[in-house]
């Protein structure tokens, strides 16, 4: 058991307020996920080709210490990246002008024990061991800003309690996901996947499905083409919960056993496993709520 919580705001207005809004719509899954938690937020696009990632240095031995300046420097001494870093933490965004790559290569040779969560123009990921309240105020989510959000509340099921495998999950870039459920053919999806490239850094198993998705797109479908194919080939329960640069997605498998629940205003869309962590928001009571259809997809554009 997981929770799940997502939120759109369609006004400009209300991007300053996006992590107020969120935090106790979080917080309010904390009986279904008490051991870790995290969001994904999409900000505004950076200029020109720049991207960033979200470096974790948590298993380093410096940890909220970690010499972030001192990597930057390094980093634009080997490659000219153009790079600049913010901090929370044991979390800093590292945006660059050169390609993606080439800065991950670097960094897992610079230090191993560093952990690359997000890449991308828009995405910045946040995700850590603990209630959710306690990596709330970790990393000041209150204060968080954007277009849309994903988040989660995790009870292990499938795997150990680290951060690498607190949700979201990612792959390529502007792309995550969050679950509610389990899937049952999980490592089958790994050995179709691999001999393809493409590599895991976790044994969960909503890395494969976030994989099998993230591999579905590059391949050309549409979001709504790759969703049919997770139909298709993901087996087991779940409600998926994911975020594009430009979009907040949502389905629930066929026996639609995992709880969700959507509110919708002229302001926002809102998302959860429960009621409960919407009932804060402003103008909910005259909110469109509705539980989604089983084996449909919801799609809203950001």
């Known amino acids: 058991m997981c929770g799940i919580v997502g939120l759109l705001v369609k006004k400009p207005a209300l991007r300053e307020q996006l992590g107020r809004l969120m935090v106790p719509m979080l917080i309010g899954m904390t009986e279904r996920g008490p051991d870790s938690a995290g969001l994904a937020v999409f900000t505004p696009k950076l200029n020109g080709e720049r991207r960033k990632i979200s470096v974790y240095s948590g298993f380093t031995p410096a940890g909220d210490a970690y010499d972030w300046n001192g990597l930057v420097t390094a980093l634009n001494g080997a490659l000219r990246a153009d790079a600049i870093v913010e901090t929370k933490g044991n979390h800093a965004i590292v945006a660059f002008g050169i390609a993606p790559a080439a800065v991950k290569e670097w960094i897992g040779a610079y230090d191993p024990a560093l952990h690359v969560f997000s890449t991308g123009q828009r995405i910045d990921l946040y995700k850590d061991t603990g209630t959710p309240e306690e990596v709330a105020l970790r990393y000041d989510f209150a204060d968080l800003k954007g277009t849309h959000l994903v988040g989660h509340t995790r009870m292990a099921t499938e795997s150990a309690v680290t951060p690498d495998r607190a949700h979201p999950f990612t792959a390529g870039e502007d792309f995550c996901l969050v679950h509610n459920g389990s899937l049952s053919n999980h490592h089958e999806i ?24 993230e591999w579905r797109l590059r391949e050309g479908d549409t979001l709504q083409q790759a969703l049919q194919q997770g139909f298709d080939v993901l087996d087991g329960f779940y409600t998926f919960l994911m975020g594009t640069a430009t979009e907040l997605a949502l389905i629930r498998d066929p026996f639609a056993c995992k709880p969700a629940v959507v509110a919708e205003t002229d302001d926002y869309v809102a998302i959860a496993s429960e009621f409960r962590s919407l009932a804060h928001l402003p103008g909910v009571n005259h909110a469109k709520v509705f539980e989604p259809a089983p084996e449909e997809m919801y799609v809203w554009k950001a």
């Open 190 to 213: 790994r050995r179709m996947l691999e001999p393809k490239g493409i590599h895991f850094d976790t044994d969960n198993d909503t890395e494969a499905a976030t994989r099998f998705i």
